[in-house]
């Protein structure tokens, strides 16, 4: 019994932190679109600036906000689409909502509990 509890204990952090990494990947994927993009703009290599992408931001919640501001849809379309697939409906929208409610803090960082 003590062991099957142990296991769990492993198996609980193998998993969240799994995720956490995996969301650490997802956020450094697109701190670095942003900055390439960036740089191409600098470079006069497109059409227009390549605006603010913030290095705490999953992209899944990046499209998110673009969608809101009217800047583009597609990118929202396909990260869903794709989300779907694991059976994931509603991906950006609460990948997006997460972050603003903070919930990729630790509990005791979160100013509110959700």
């Not at 960036?38 to 290095?55: E, K, Q």
């Not at 409610?101 to 509110?112: K, N, S, V, Y």
């Amino acid at each position: 019994m003590k062991w099957d509890r142990r296991l769990a204990q492993r198996w609980a952090a193998f998993r969240h932190n799994g995720k956490q990494f995996l969301i650490a990947v997802d956020q450094s994927l697109n701190a670095l679109i942003g900055f390439t993009l960036a740089i191409l703009s600098l470079l006069y290599l497109l059409p227009r600036p390549a605006g603010f992408w913030w290095a705490d931001e999953s992209i899944s919640a990046h499209c998110w906000r673009w969608e809101l501001a009217g800047i583009r849809r597609w990118p929202r379309l396909l990260v869903d689409a794709l989300a779907r697939c694991w059976g994931d409906t509603g991906h950006c929208r609460a990948s997006y909502e997460s972050e603003r409610a903070g919930r990729q803090l630790p509990p005791e960082e979160r100013c509110c509990s959700s």
